[in-house]
Every structure is written in structure tokens, then in C-alpha cells.
């Protein structure tokens, strides 16, 4: 059934289409929700039964997202990927684009659960190898990064 989410959010960013959804101002096909979160159906799935978790209350990536929610976020991911086994995938992939150039369309937190099935072929993520030294470098400015 195709409905709005009735969620008393009057809030949220004017234009933008998360927080349409979740103000009910926009239809989804409504997963789940919670106090925190809100999970429905990606429009343009990879594969059937993907879905989008999101925080209801807006930020923009996973750059300003505050703990609690991100935490709220995550927890929902947990509960739609276990769904999603349930309902015959085979495997499941958890990804999240964060700005411009990692593909991230729409500036509201959200996190894709795509259910996968045996042979259906797809490839997320060209690989490649470390030359020499590179992994050693690469992982002490990281380790330095963290805060
Ligand atoms: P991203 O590239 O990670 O920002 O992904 C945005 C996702 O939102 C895309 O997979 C779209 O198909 C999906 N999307 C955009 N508008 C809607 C909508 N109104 N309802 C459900 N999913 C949407
Ligand atoms: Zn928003």
C-alpha cells in the first residue's frame, strides 16, 4: 500500500525531501519508524526491498549527523537487514554515499539496506592493491586521524 508517514514532525528543512517524507508531505512505501528513524522504500531499488533508513530529525551526511541519532540510524539498519533475510534474500549489503563525489544525491542522512540474491551479479566496489609502502602510510595517517 502506498501511504504517507503520519509522524507529528513539523519540522525539518522546507525543501528538502526526506523531511517531506517523513512530515508525510511526500508518500513512501513505509517500513518501519520509531521515535528517531524512519525506514521506507528506495524509489529506484538495485534490487527489490531496498530500503532507506534515515534520522528524522535532518542533517546532511554522516559529517553532522549527532551520535544519538547516527546510533538510532544504525540500530534500524540492524532490524531492516535481519527483514530482509527473512522475507528470502540471500545476503545483504549496507552502504551509505556521503557528499557530491561519493554519490550522495539527496543532503539527508540515509542508509541503504539492499537485499542481495544468489547470482544476481552485482559489483559495488572496483578493486585494486597497495604498492609498496602505500598500506603502511595510508593506515598511519589514518590512525592519526582519529579523534
Ligand atoms: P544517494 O545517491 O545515496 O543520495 O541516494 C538517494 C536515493 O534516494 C536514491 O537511491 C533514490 O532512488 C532515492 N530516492 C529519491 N527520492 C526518493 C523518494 N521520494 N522516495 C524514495 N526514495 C527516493
Ligand atoms: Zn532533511
Not at 118 to 137: F, I, T, V
Request: proline letters at 5%; aromatic letters at 8%; charged letters at 25%.
Amino acid at each position: 500500500m502506498y501511504h504517507s508517514v503520519q509522524t507529528g514532525y513539523t519540522f525539518g528543512m522546507p525543501d528538502c525531501i526526506f523531511c517531506k517524507i517523513v512530515r508525510g508531505e511526500l508518500s513512501s512505501y513505509k517500513i518501519y519508524e520509531d521515535d528517531a528513524t524512519l525506514a521506507f522504500l528506495d524509489i529506484q531499488p538495485v534490487n527489490a526491498g531496498h530500503t532507506l533508513v534515515i534520522p528524522k530529525k535532518h542533517s546532511t551526511n554522516i559529517f553532522d549527523i549527532v551520535p544519538e541519532d547516527w546510533q538510532a540510524v544504525a540500530e534500524t539498519v540492524r532490524k531492516i537487514a535481519i527483514a530482509i533475510e527473512k522475507t528470502g534474500a540471500d545476503g545483504v549489503n549496507i552502504g551509505m554515499n556521503n557528499r557530491e563525489h561519493a554519490g550522495q544525491v539527496v543532503h539527508h542522512p540515509h542508509v541503504h539496506v539492499i537485499p542481495r540474491f544468489k547470482g544476481d551479479g552485482l559489483k559495488l566496489m572496483p578493486q585494486r592493491s597497495y604498492k609498496e609502502g602505500e598500506a603502511e602510510e595510508t593506515a598511519n595517517k589514518l590512525r592519526a586521524s582519529v579523534s
